[in-house]
């Protein structure tokens, strides 16, 4: 799994690459945890590379999903495979969370 | 061997006899008038008996168990200055006996001369043969086999040479020059088989000098006695047995004299050997306390001890640094003060904690400012690749005291230490991880008990279920439960996560369905007796949100088939989609529902989530429910089996009892997944409903 940084004034894009299983999910939540991300409007998730998402991803998301809420900061994933927006439709997450087919539909937001 | 064992028998009677002929024949040489009585033997009867006499000896004694035990060469030395000592000591004895009897009678008892005369020399054969057969011993102490087959020859050149003396046939001058001369290198040479020697230590030689000095002293006896009376015997007994025996002291006393210089020279150096000993010992007992699991402590004291020991230190202390501190944990001949000095000392060089020899310690200004009176130091400290132990310190008084040979010494110990403490923590830490394992069977067979062994049976539909955790504990989750008005609740689940966590959640879970699925007494309509699928979901959200960490959550699905009106209300709480067989429609297909998971959301707009659904099912349709260990197990190229191929095994298959329909899945997904580790919780439930048996419409 890698977690790359791309910001701008007030959108940080986080583009996942590999497959976000309990021991990536780690990571990832450390990123998610970081004060500094609270100081954007909007946190994008670029989901391209993201092959696998298990539980324990989801969960992460699902555990900040509140705190983003409350601190008034969009969440919004873009380009996601088939696949994986499949887990997040099964769960019931796709009407919870912002997912939007491109890059450019996620900065329109 | 009885041919063998017949010899040794008759040996020693075989002995004794030959002894009294030649006693006899002695006698009666020396006692004319009884000559003329009995008539004087002929020479060759005193001869042959004399080699009798001593071939049965020889014999005897060679066929006797080794006397060396083990490595007690000194044991073996003091029997032999012990027994035949007592020999030389009885000949001196009644030598001095026939001199004073000689002194008060002169020219009296030639008889008693000759009795005398004899014992002694059987004494001395005697004597010669415990000497000989010892010194084989020594010899052959862990020889060679090519060193034993030269003692066999010696022994036989040196009979054969002896057997020529006896019978007093001397051939030729350079001839005997050449094969005296033979036995004699032989001789040598075998007295060069002097390994024994440095097994011993300082004290043991010592011991071994004093008693081949005993022993050369006893030889020295037997010879001078038949030196002396060498000329005297000619009325008693040939002259050739005087040269026999003198040549039989050659090599006895040729192999002490060796041993004897060997082990005198070899003194000096016995300091060393001892060192290096002492060093080997102290390993094995390092080396010996790994096997017997001792404790942390005891195994640095091992160390202290034996580094002390081995490189002589004059005082000496151990840093044994934990988690958390650095603390002294042996000191020797050194105050806590002083201790403290050093270190300090060593800590401002930055030099504690590294390997360091110093043999010129007051030549360092911080040291000589301490007023110490210690003159060398080895500093060795404790390391794996992992991490410190702490350190060993080792100090003399005397400059120049240490050399490269101590430090690695002290490595070996050091690392070897090393080696016990974290052989040690292993044991320990595999002893814990004995028990956990151990808590888990336990666990892992609590959760068995959670999950329904005996399926609902009736005339309506059939189950066929299966259930396998990835490790020891799992988070799926199914139950069942028979309501009243023909009706039965199912309840399929999945605990985000996996392991012990998991499974207090998904308990958690099954405690919660039961105590839901309560009748309420209030209820007007008997239908509301009972929660809908969609309330029961949101009650079970709400009674999670306080035991559910932030980023758990649980996916759920609730049937409840009413079978008198061939029906089924469900809901689905993010669970993966229902596969259902139409056997009207002849077809497979998903109820693609929407439902959020339980624990997602934590207040009461869970409600907006969660949908109920109604079917009217008919008889041969077949519902599969699962959990996603199913669809997300992963083949050999790490793609998922997934919801198609799930699908399109139903549509092989549904004709098939609940059962086989399972089976036949299950086959399929192993077949898929073969040699692929299995990565989540693997749950699988078929029913199949089926039309009312003819009686019950009755």
């Known amino acids: 799994m890698k977690i790359t940084q791309q910001t701008t004034e007030n959108t940080l894009t986080l583009s996942l690459d590999g497959e976000l299983d309990a021991s990536s999910s780690v990571l990832l939540d450390t990123e998610l945890t970081k004060p500094e991300v609270l100081d954007y409007r909007k946190v994008l998730?670029?989901?391209?590379?993201?092959?696998?998402?298990?539980?324990?991803?989801?969960?992460?998301?699902?555990?900040?999903?509140?705190?983003?809420?409350?601190?008034?900061?969009?969440?919004?994933?873009?380009?996601?495979?088939?696949?994986?927006?499949n887990v997040f439709e099964i769960l019931g997450l796709d009407t919870l969370m912002t997912i939007v087919p491109s890059e450019a539909e996620a900065t329109a937001i | 061997m009885p041919f063998h064992q017949k010899l040794k028998a008759i040996i020693l009677p075989f002995t004794l006899l030959s002894w009294l002929i030649l006693l006899t024949s002695t006698l009666l040489h020396a006692s004319p008038a009884a000559a003329a009585r009995v008539g004087l033997p002929p020479e060759w009867v005193t001869l042959l008996a004399q080699a009798f006499f001593v071939l049965g000896v020889f014999l005897h004694q060679r066929s006797r168990p080794d006397p060396l035990r083990g490595t007690d060469f000194v044991g073996l030395l003091r029997q032999l200055v012990l027994g035949p000592g007592l020999l030389a000591a009885a000949c001196v004895g009644l030598h001095l006996f026939e001199r004073f009897v000689q002194y008060q009678q002169p020219g009296a008892d030639r008889l008693l001369f000759a009795g005398v005369y004899t014992i002694n020399l059987g004494l001395f054969i005697v004597f010669l043969a415990y000497a000989n057969y010892a010194w084989r011993s020594l010899v052959l102490f862990r020889s060679t086999p090519r060193l034993r087959r030269d003692w066999v020859w010696f022994e036989i050149l040196l009979g054969t040479t002896l057997l020529f003396r006896l019978f007093g046939w001397t051939p030729p001058a350079p001839v005997a020059y050449f094969i005296l001369g033979g036995v004699a290198v032989f001789g040598f040479y075998m007295s060069g088989n002097q390994k024994w020697v440095a097994y011993l230590?300082?004290?043991?030689?010592?011991?071994?000098?004093?008693?081949?000095?005993?022993?050369?002293?006893?030889?020295?006896?037997?010879?001078?006695?038949?030196?002396?009376?060498?000329?005297?015997?000619?009325?008693?007994?040939?002259?050739?047995?005087?040269s026999f025996l003198l040549l039989m002291v050659f090599?006895?006393?040729?192999?002490?004299?060796?041993?004897?210089?060997?082990?005198?020279?070899?003194?000096?150096?016995?300091?060393?050997?001892?060192?290096?000993?002492?060093?080997?010992?102290?390993?094995?007992?390092?080396?010996?306390?790994?096997?017997?699991?001792?404790?942390?402590?005891?195994?640095?004291?091992?160390?202290?001890?034996?580094?002390?020991?081995?490189?002589?230190?004059?005082a000496a202390w151990l840093d044994i640094e934990t988690d958390e501190a650095l603390h002294t944990g042996q000191r020797h001949v050194i105050s806590e003060a002083h201790v403290e000095a050093i270190r300090t000392l060593l800590t401002d060089y930055n030099l504690g904690q590294i390997e360091y020899l110093n043999n010129d310690l007051p030549n360092s200004s911080g040291f000589r400012s301490l007023d110490l009176p210690y003159g060398s130091l080895i500093v060795m400290p404790m390391r794996s690749a992992k991490r410190h132990y702490g350190a060993l310190y080792m100090l003399k008084e005397q400059r120049q005291s240490f050399d490269r040979e101590n430090l690695s010494l002290l490595q070996?110990?050091?690392?070897?230490?090393?080696?016990?403490?974290?052989?040690l923590q292993l044991v320990t830490a595999s002893l814990q991880n004995e028990r956990v394992k151990e808590e888990l069977k336990i666990a892992s067979s609590v959760q068995d008990s959670l999950i329904p062994k005996d399926l609902p049976i009736d005339d309506w539909f059939e189950i066929g279920s299966h259930a396998l955790a990835a490790k020891e504990v799992g988070g799926d989750f199914y139950d069942f439960l028979h309501l009243p008005g023909k009706r039965l609740a199912i309840l399929i689940g999945d605990v985000s996560g996996k392991g012990i966590t998991a499974a207090f959640h998904m308990a958690q879970m099954k405690g919660i369905f039961h105590a839901l699925m309560q009748e309420n007494p209030l209820a007007k309509d008997d239908r509301e007796k009972f929660p809908v699928p969609s309330k029961f979901m949101s009650m079970a959200n709400r009674a999670l949100t306080h035991c559910l960490e932030k980023s758990s959550f649980i996916t759920a699905a609730l049937y409840i088939v009413d079978y008198e009106h061939g029906g089924f209300v469900f809901a689905r709480a993010g669970h993966c989609h229902t596969l259902y067989y139409h056997s009207i429609k002849e077809e497979v297909s998903y109820f693609r529902t929407a439902g959020l998971g339980l624990g997602i959301i934590r207040n009461?707009?869970?409600?907006?989530?969660?949908?109920?659904?109604?079917?009217?099912?008919?008889?041969?349709?077949?519902?599969?429910?699962?959990?996603?260990?199913?669809?997300?197990?992963?083949?050999?190229?790490?793609?998922?089996?997934?919801?198609?191929?799930?699908?399109?095994?139903?549509?092989?298959?549904?004709?098939?009892?609940?059962?086989?329909?399972?089976?036949?899945?299950?086959?399929?997904?192993?077949?898929?997944?073969?040699?692929?580790?299995?990565?989540?919780?693997?749950?699988?439930?078929?029913?199949?409903?089926?039309?009312?048996?003819?009686?019950?419409?009755?």
């Open chain 1, 45 to 85: 998730i670029d989901c391209q590379r993201l092959n696998y998402i298990s539980s324990a991803g989801l969960g992460v998301f699902i555990s900040h999903l509140q705190r983003f809420q409350d601190a008034n900061v969009k969440l919004v994933f873009f380009n996601m495979q088939e696949k994986v927006h």
């Open chain 2, 201 to 242: 230590n300082r004290r043991q030689k010592w011991e071994v000098v004093f008693m081949q000095l005993t022993l050369l002293l006893c030889l020295g006896v037997f010879t001078l006695y038949f030196l002396r009376i060498g000329q005297d015997t000619q009325s008693v007994a040939p002259e050739s047995q005087h």
């Open chain 2, 251 to 314: 090599f006895a006393g040729f192999y002490a004299l060796a041993g004897l210089l060997v082990t005198f020279f070899n003194l000096p150096t016995v300091g060393v050997f001892e060192q290096k000993r002492e060093e080997i010992l102290g390993l094995q007992r390092l080396t010996q306390l790994i096997q017997k699991g001792q404790s942390e402590e005891e195994v640095y004291q091992m160390l202290f001890e034996a580094a002390i020991q081995t490189v002589e230190a004059d």
């Open chain 2, 412 to 423: 070996t110990f050091t690392s070897q230490t090393v080696l016990s403490i974290e052989n």
């Open chain 2, 604 to 698: 009461d707009s869970y409600e907006k989530h969660i949908k109920n659904q109604f079917y009217d099912y008919n008889p041969g349709d077949v519902m599969v429910i699962y959990t996603d260990g199913i669809v997300e197990a992963r083949g050999a190229d790490q793609e998922e089996y997934g919801e198609e191929r799930l699908k399109q095994m139903l549509e092989h298959t549904y004709y098939l009892e609940a059962d086989a329909i399972k089976q036949q899945i299950l086959n399929d997904l192993n077949e898929f997944s073969k040699g692929q580790p299995m990565h989540d919780d693997q749950t699988l439930l078929v029913i199949k409903f089926k039309a009312a048996q003819p009686e019950a419409n009755i």
